[in-house]
């Protein structure tokens, strides 16, 4: 960990020489030395106005966001880790989606040959999964660190990530998250709902941005996909929480599928509103 600290302090300076790390809060709960280890999993990004960055800076970039994953996934699972593991992993999940972590900067890197990123992603995903199993509680936390897995699977070009496969990973996660983190409170019921939701329609966003998406939206697993969304949205009011483009999107979808001889949003509709 010292060595990638060593060099995430580097690398922020060749990106943004005049950056300065925001400084923890000091009611915090979590410690300051934990904020510091999982800071190494973020690079601020260039300002738009700013050069292009040179492919091989990128490519270093990219690796050692990776590996920094990598890194963090291992010690955050390791036996030798002190800290509440509640609130270390809260922090995790979110520094992975609101911060410029790996996903972020990957756009950036499309001058870089699409296999060099592709094991990044890979690697990346294999790890995050891996912790994400062997994490105990947190469930929501743990949700979201393998929502972020997926999203590195779609990040990766053509055919490296097979259409059932992923499907079938996303209903599974959802699933052992609807599991564990169950209430009898209707309020956090369907405030966890939402949770699934949103993550569906973050992951069905990033799907249509896909050269091959054609392929995804199709077949039986994709259809499962629906069907769990319909099941979750149950709890979720249509107009607050969805976007109409996906609602009539994925209602369309299920419908052309299950009713071959009518067109239309018929299960979205129905059910979701």
């Known amino acids: 960990m010292d060595v990638l600290s060593d060099m995430h302090s580097r690398l922020v300076a060749l990106v943004t020489p005049d950056f300065v790390a925001p400084t923890p809060h000091r009611?915090?709960?979590?410690?300051?030395?934990?904020?510091?280890?999982?800071?190494?999993?973020?690079?601020p990004q260039p300002s738009p106005s700013s050069k292009p960055l040179d492919p091989t800076l990128l490519l270093l970039i990219s690796t050692y966001l990776s590996h920094a994953l990598i890194a963090l996934s291992h010690y955050l699972t390791s036996t030798s880790l002190k800290q509440p593991q509640l609130d270390t992993l809260a922090l995790f999940s979110q520094t992975l989606h609101?911060?410029?972590?790996?996903?972020?900067?990957?756009?950036?890197?499309?001058?870089?040959?699409?296999?060099?990123?592709?094991?990044?992603?890979?690697?990346?995903?294999?790890?995050?999964?891996?912790?994400?199993s062997q994490a105990s509680g947190a469930s929501e936390a743990v949700f979201r660190i393998r929502?972020?897995?997926?999203?590195?699977?779609?990040?990766?070009?053509?055919?490296?990530?097979?259409?059932?496969?992923?499907?079938?990973q996303v209903v599974k996660s959802a699933s052992s998250f609807s599991r564990s983190a169950s209430s009898n409170d209707k309020v956090e019921e369907?405030?966890?709902c939402r949770v699934v939701t949103s993550a569906f329609s973050e992951l069905l966003a990033m799907v249509e941005e896909r050269e091959n998406r054609d392929d995804f939206l199709h077949g039986k697993s994709f259809i499962s996909f629906c069907d769990a969304w319909i099941s979750y949205s149950k709890s979720v009011s249509c107009?607050?929480?969805?976007?109409g483009r996906h609602l009539i999107f994925l209602g369309?979808?299920?419908?052309?599928?299950?009713?071959?001889?009518?067109?239309g949003p018929i299960l979205a509709l129905n059910v979701l509103c």
């Open 27 to 43: 009611n915090s709960q979590t410690s300051l030395s934990h904020r510091q280890v999982i800071s190494i999993i973020s690079l």
């Open 239 to 243: 107009h607050q929480y969805f976007s």
């Open 147 to 168: 929502n972020y897995a997926l999203m590195c699977l779609l990040r990766t070009s053509g055919s490296t990530i097979g259409p059932k496969t992923f499907w079938d």
């Open 190 to 192: 369907r405030r966890l």
């Open 98 to 132: 609101d911060s410029p972590t790996l996903l972020r900067w990957i756009p950036l890197c499309t001058q870089l040959p699409a296999k060099q990123y592709d094991v990044l992603l890979t690697r990346a995903y294999t790890a995050l999964t891996s912790a994400s």
């Open 252 to 263: 369309w979808r299920c419908g052309w599928v299950k009713q071959s001889n009518r067109t």
